[in-house]
């Protein structure tokens, strides 16, 4: 007798719990032969702005932490996906159509960029700070610091990949982040949201949300508690649109290349310039 | 009538004439407050959990959720009772009742302020020169938050508050007294209160539902207070948790409306303290709707008891008016 398949209906990841869509909506996507695999949910704005407020909740808590403490959890991050990698590659092949070899190659440079970017939390603002000569009896040193809440519209492909060479970046900055994933290619990001839950990532610091990414971006765009947006994922069609509904509160938008560096995580920081009296 | 329940036109029918005859309920006698209690309808736990929880999936949108936005703003008894409560806090607090969104001068201003009795004359005085003369000062009294103090402090309590300006008296009830079953003592500090405010201040009690177990015990207090001389009834002083639960605000709305077809009385209802968003607060007015009335959705028999509600309040009419999704960068700190 063969066994019939369990056939998933995944759910979102808001403020570190799993609810259904507010809307109770879910779509479907298929593999890359046409055949139906899962039912993720099919986010909403109000789910947007649910993500967007338990981002700004954990905010002062991640933010707050100590950069070290941010970089252990980076890193605890990528332990726990290399536990899971098989689901990972599983995940992959079926939604991309690729072969195994190339799948392993996605996850472990996903991966590796957890690891190198959790490196960088305790490093940047050495790097990226200085002290300033001025002309008087004073210190002045300048810090950059997170900026606030991010939206990320991660890359569509390589589904993996793409989402993590987004979000590492934020979260090494001390921001929080609320994600849209790849619209057709969900499940590695889903699988990462549990991966999230179980690390030491402290819940609503990384929301994520599947569903239409353009019926998404309208709002995310025009959100007033939005400090940031990375649109590497949005289509050029509709990021003329983005950039608009984005100025009423001048939020910070980026389109990334591909690949890591440590100008993703300072291009959602922003410099605090301190003045202090010399002998005090 | 068709509203009322068999059961209650049974209680209306005796209850009518007792009160047309002397106008008055209890004699303030603990058999006469035992055997007014005794005819009040035991209240359906079960039921009244999930009647609340029906109406509270009620979807208001559009036009009626920016109307009760509106609504919800009047009755809001913008309330501050910390320790660390200081003049300057009071007078933040009063220019934000008075204008709530400096940007736009069409929201409407705030019920009341609410304030430790100390606190009543700076707001007083800061409201009549911010142009907030119609604004009205609730002064938390009797001990508040416990009600533990002798008969005589309360008094000065209260007497301190009325002079200083309160046209509203938040008393609280002495739950111990009430847990016990010592009824007439509860009674008679309520109908004392009451004569202190006479025609000065409008007498509000606060039941503390929190401390009194069950749903059994809310009507129970419910009607004692009204009895007594309540102009408002209470739900809780804020400072415990649960506070203002929905079956606990239904229950006392049916106690307002049954009072009111017992006597031709109404008496208001203040739900205070958990209710911090614009859903809470609209599920209160679908409750208040659906169980007393529209008569009762006015400032005048309905207030809301919060602080963080209105700036959410703020922020969800900001949304319908310029179609985004707002932050709290952009409402003022309390």
Known sequence: MTRIDVKKTYKLYIGGAFPRSESGRTYEINDSNGEFIANPAQASRKDLRDAVLAARTSLPGWSGATAFNRGQILYRVAEMMESRSGQFIDEICALEGVTKTVAKKQIEESIDTWVWYSGWCDKISAIAGSTNPVSGPFYNFTTPESMGVIGVFAAQKPSLLGLVQALAPVLAGGNTAVVVTSQKFPLPAISLSEVLATSDVPGGVVNILTGKTNELAPWMASHMDVDGLDISGLSKDVETQTRIEGTENLKRIHRFPDGNSPQRILAFMEDKTVWHPVGI | MEWVSDEVKVILFFKVSIYTLDMQLIDGSPQSIKSYLATLSPVDQVGAEARASMLATRSIKTTSKAWAIDCAISMIDLTTLEGSDTDGKVKAICNKAVRPDPTDPTVPHVGAIC???????????????????????????????????SREVKKQDTLDALNAGATEIDMVIDRGAFLSG??????????????????????????????????????????????????????????????????????????????????????????????????????????????????????????????????????????????????PNYVTLD
């Open chain 2, 182 to 327: 010592n009824l007439e003592k509860v009674f008679s500090e309520i109908v004392y209160i009451k004569e202190l405010c006479g025609d000065r201040a409008h007498l509000k009690v606060i039941l503390e539902t929190g401390e009194l177990v069950t749903l059994d015990n809310v009507r129970k207090a419910s009607f004692l207070a009204m009895a007594a001389g309540a102009d408002f009834i209470k739900t809780s002083t804020g400072k415990i948790s649960p506070a203002a639960t929905p079956p606990v605000v239904l229950v006392m709305l049916e106690a307002v409306r049954d009072f009111y077809a017992m006597t031709g009385v109404r008496i208001g209802v203040k739900p205070a303290g958990g209710i911090r968003n614009t859903k809470d607060a609209i599920k209160q007015l679908v409750l208040v709707n659906e169980t007393a009335g529209p008569e009762w959705l006015t400032p005048k028999l309905f207030r809301i008891g919060a602080s963080a509600l209105l700036n959410d309040l703020l922020m969800q009419r900001m949304k319908l008016r310029d179609g985004h999704y707002q932050g």
């Open chain 2, 115 to 149: 304030v430790y009795n100390d606190m009543v004359e700076v707001a007083r005085k800061h409201l009549d020169s911010i142009g907030g003369k119609d604004i009205p000062v609730a002064a938390v009294s009797t001990g508040f938050p416990s009600g533990r103090a």
